[in-house]
């Protein structure tokens, strides 16, 4: 299996302030990752330092913010080197009713939620397609499918993401096979923007962590759900076919 080592380069994890971030961070800074974290709130960012101090650098940086991003990341390059992973993790959850909602509000947070990955994207593929190799992993959610109540601009913003993915792909995927890009869905978590009961963030970034490292192409599309792979659905045709060749396809585990 191909994989990811920490002589390809750095990892770059947004939102790594808190919650699952900081988990992703930790986890990768604990395989020997040089990890570079961004988030809002620098006193934040220095607390997952302390668990870090000679792996985690902090990075405050407003990842809405397009010149910013492309500033601070040319910036982490001079320092620390180029690139080899990015986890585009930062997003916010407002939680508001669309009524309560104005336009400027809304599209703040899809300044966040999907600005902030294509700033964080665009930047990170300078090395990458320098280097042509390279791993991409999107946090993801299914919310674009079910949206709940109060929770319009999370999901669009969120869903358009994924809609990026899947064009990235179609851009990028032909001339650098070795850039692997998808979708990673971490579950409900026990976090702030999660619920009481949910999936400790620990326990998630184990598999997120396991999924950014493989670096094989055949990875690329592939969208996971906590540790297990979703398959893309099947037409008639495909589903009859696969009923006369008796083929039945496995999803992919990390575990």
Known sequence: MTRLSPQDGIAI????????????ALELARQGFTV?????????????RAEAPERFHPLPLDVSDPRAVAEAIAGIRARHGA?????????????????????ESFMDTVAINLGGTVACTRAALEDMCETGRGRILNVATFADLNPLPASAAYAVSK??????????????????????????????????MGIPDGVPPEVSARWGAELALRADPALT?????MDTEVLPPRGLKGKLKDLLLLRRRQPRRLT
Not at 159 to 182: E, H, K, Q, W
């Open 83 to 103: 690139i080899a992973l990015l986890i585009n993790n930062a997003a916010v959850y407002p939680r508001r009713d669309f009524l309560d909602e104005s336009a």
């Open 159 to 192: 869903g358009a993401a994924r809609i990026f993915t899947r064009a990235l792909i179609a851009d990028l995927g032909d001339r650098f096979p070795d850039i692997v890009i998808g979708d990673w869905m971490p579950g409900m978590l026990k976090t702030s």
């Open 13 to 24: 994890v947004t939102g790594a302030g808190s919650g699952l971030g900081r988990a992703l």
């Open 221 to 225: 599309g592939a969208v996971f759900e």
């Open 36 to 48: 570079v974290g961004t988030g809002r709130r620098a006193a934040a960012l220095e607390e997952t």
